[in-house]
């Protein structure tokens, strides 16, 4: 998984007075399915548009399936898949018609999937858009948005509206486009589970850049919390090198860290003669403790 499928280079993007990206640098390799995480207002809607050629940038190089994206060709268009926020499908239509006036778009549609994808996720296909609640909505996004199983996926806090069943259904069809590691997901959510059980790479999106890109897997293994117990209370100015955050309470001190060592635990232990035990950490909290550094 070497080549770039997605390559933003120094990406600046401003909205008036307001900075929103300051200078991202993102490399997707191919076969990835990664997962953007941000605070709400960090920018994730506003940088996946800019990458999809829906934004211009103010600055910097975005190369998507190989093209600029603000002039992709019709071959670029037909090897990608995009799931809005926000579905605005023609509400005069009903579900199936707009699978089928969407379908002519892509030599490649594959027709017994999308219908497999509108079964799985209960989508109503007889009424029409303007009558669909927001979930059904975001479902027939969904499908529409995979329906030619695209090369590339890119989608939007893609379950934000889906009810408990359709969201796993939702995961499993992911997993099952991915499978053969040559198609490439970026997916922006605020539910860290979701990415924890189908993301191979996690980016965050902090302060308009991208602070942290990397394997999940690895993500996990390095940043950690060390729960010390020393055999007498320990000073307020107490504090581990590399420290994300500490934590001070009497005896017991909770360190998150970036990274751990044998020789780093062993010194702890000798010098406050303390019991140290090395905790995992979800996703969820790692976020935290990364963004708060």
């Known amino acids: ?19 929103v990206l300051n200078g991202v640098d993102l490399c997707v390799p191919r076969g990835a399915v990664v997962g953007l995480l941000g605070t709400n207002g960090s920018g ?19 190369l998507t399936l190989g093209e600029d994206p603000w002039d992709f060709t019709a ?39 999308a219908k497999e994808l509108m079964t799985r996720w209960d989508v109503e296909t007889d009424k029409r858009a303007g009558t669909l609640s927001v979930g059904q909505l ?21 379950v934000a509206s889906l009810d408990p069943k359709a969201r796993r259904e ?64 320990l000073p ?3 504090t581990v090198p590399g420290a994300l955050r500490t934590e001070i309470n009497g005896r017991t001190a909770l360190v998150a860290i970036p990274t751990i060592s044998d020789p780093l635990l062993d010194s702890l232990r000798q010098e406050w003669q303390a019991d140290v035990t090395v905790e995992d950490l979800n996703l969820e909290e790692i976020f935290l403790e990364l963004h708060d550094a």
């Not at 499993?172 to 053969?180: A, F, G, P, Q």
């Not at 605020?190 to 999106?205: G, K, P, W």
């Open 44 to 62: 994730k809607s506003t940088l996946i548009k800019c990458l999809l050629g829906l934004l211009s940038c103010d600055a910097g190089d975005v």
């Open 138 to 158: 975001q479902k027939l996004s969904l499908v529409l948005a995979l329906g030619h199983r695209p090369d590339l996926l890119v989608l939007d806090e893609p």
């Open 236 to 238: 307020p100015t107490f």
């Open 170 to 233: 939702f995961l499993r069809s992911l997993v099952e486009i991915t499978d053969d590691e040559q198609h490439t997901v970026l997916f922006s959510t605020h539910i860290t589970s979701d990415i924890e059980r189908i993301a191979t790479h996690v980016a965050f999106l902090q302060d308009g850049v991208i602070s942290f890109f990397g394997g999940l897997d690895e993500l996990k293994e390095q940043v950690k919390r060390l729960r010390i117990t020393a055999k007498k209370d």
């Open 1 to 19: 998984m070497n080549e770039c499928v997605i390559d933003a280079k120094n990406v600046h993007k401003r909205f008036g007075k307001t900075k």
């Open 75 to 113: 071959e670029a268009k037909e090897r990608l898949g995009y799931g809005p926020q926000e579905a605005k499908l023609y509400p005069w239509m009903k579900s199936a018609q707009i699978v089928d006036y969407t379908a002519a778009f892509y030599p490649n549609w594959d027709d017994a999937w």
